[in-house]
């Protein structure tokens, strides 16, 4: 399994941008998705995760009502679209993929619970 993710950018303050997580060799073991960030000095935090069958995801309190995850099943890719962006959500974003089973999304921003990771986009947000 192999994960691309793209859409980074340049963005000014209040702007938008759309990521994208293109998995080739998808298997039907693939149970969640989750957008992680890292910022320069900090930790990496999870942004965002879907699980891959129902409707459920889970976010961020800092990027809540203005991030929204989605997937589509059919092209093996999820969505990060991020609306209102600020300078706070410059960062490498990276998405990464379950396959060993189901989830507790309760436990989706734990890097350990998610098997395969992409190689990360750059996302600058200008004040």
């Known amino acids: 399994v192999q994960l691309q993710a793209s859409g980074g950018g340049l963005v000014r303050t209040g702007g938008s941008l759309r990521l994208s997580c293109a998995a080739s060799g998808f298997t039907s073991d693939n149970y969640a998705i989750g957008w992680f960030r890292r910022a320069p000095g900090k930790e990496r935090e999870l942004v965002a995760a879907v699980r891959w069958s129902g409707v459920i995801t889970h976010y961020a309190d800092s990027v809540k009502g203005r991030f929204t995850i989605s997937r589509d099943n059919a092209k093996n890719t999820v969505y990060l679209q991020m609306d209102s962006l600020k300078p706070e959500d410059t960062a490498v974003y990276y998405c990464?993929?379950?396959?060993?089973?189901?989830?507790?999304?309760?436990?989706?921003?734990?890097?350990?619970?998610?098997?395969?990771w992409g190689q990360g986009t750059l996302v600058t947000v200008s004040s």
């Open positions: 990464a993929q379950r396959v060993r089973g189901p989830i507790n999304m309760a436990l989706a921003g734990t890097s350990g619970v998610y098997d395969h």
